[in-house]
């Protein structure tokens, strides 16, 4: 049996949008509709800096692989690199002619895509700062995206329904069929070649990539899948949705390991700690809930 105890509940003056553990687990990043980013201390629940500099909500928050920097994307048509020591701005990419919606940074740190109501996708170099790629095809908002470990391909659902698979390099596209509702969040299997969406039918869905097909379908929650996150080691993922629930899979078969009702609002971010034994929830409700996960 599975359960999620409760550690800490953080909160911000507005609804927070994204959740993120630095790479040694020490701190928590959180991003909030107050237009700015909390770091706390993990393990304390101490909040430690408040970054300003964003001039809207932001929706979209990750540490860089070393832990020194701090990316984040804000509804200002802004990405931002942030010195995570310091708190400065190093770097402040425009380029979207809409609302950012959605964020997402490969595992292995180097690259970053931003999805937004002005239908695009934009990939860019975490090393550099500079622009990737700009990948079109969606007929209306870009709601999520995902990039895979690797950072060679990239997810994305959009209000138009269709669930796609691109790669970077060339541009080139494929929908993956069937697939039900709005795309509502996404997230890439350890070993890149299983896509998890969560819609906004409130069924989660794998996807084999290289066969384009569903071969799982999760259902449990009531309302949309709003944020998913997946261990390091693959054996859990947890979904968070329009019903306040968070629930824990087993990352393997599929079985609902636990449910635990700890928002009051939409769960939009959930964030594993590096180690597996920790999950931070985010909420329209305006807290961040910290919980252990008791085997």
Not at 99 to 121: F, N, P
């Amino acid at each position: 049996m599975v359960t999620l105890k409760p550690v800490h509940t953080l909160t911000h003056p507005n609804a927070v949008y994204a959740v993120a553990y630095s790479p040694d687990g020490q701190r928590l990043a959180s991003a909030s509709l107050d237009n700015t980013i909390k770091l706390w201390d993990a393990k304390s629940g101490n909040e430690r800096a408040r970054l300003r500099g964003h001039g809207d909500g932001v929706c979209g928050v990750a540490f860089s692989a070393d832990g020194k920097r701090l990316f984040s994307a804000s509804l200002d048509r802004t990405v931002k690199f942030w010195d995570a020591a310091g708190g400065s701005i190093e770097a402040s990419l425009g380029g979207h002619a809409n609302y950012i919606e959605c964020m997402a940074v490969s595992a292995d740190g180097r690259w970053l895509a931003t999805g937004g109501h002005d239908k695009q996708i934009r990939v860019v170099s975490t090393d550099t700062a500079s622009l990737k790629a700009v990948l079109e095809g969606h007929s209306d908002a870009v709601f999520s995206v995902a990039l895979s470990p690797d950072g060679k391909r990239a997810a994305s659902g959009g209000n138009d329904g269709e669930l796609r698979v691109w790669d970077i390099e060339s541009g080139k596209q494929r929908t993956l069929p069937g697939n039900d509702g709005v795309p509502q969040s996404l997230a890439f299997r350890p070993d890149g070649q299983v896509l998890v969406s969560g819609g906004s039918t409130g069924l989660i869905e794998w996807w084999n990539i290289a066969a384009g097909e569903r071969f799982v379908t999760l259902e449990g929650h009531h309302g949309m899948v709003k944020s998913l996150a997946i261990s390091r080691d693959d054996g859990l993922i947890a979904s968070g949705g329009g019903d306040s629930t968070i629930r824990l899979w087993n990352g393997k078969s599929g079985a609902e390991l636990a449910t635990v009702e700890g928002h009051k609002n939409t769960v939009y971010g959930l964030a594993f700690s590096p180690d597996g034994r920790r999950l931070a929830s985010a909420s329209f409700d305006r807290s961040i809930k910290v919980w252990q996960i008791v085997e």
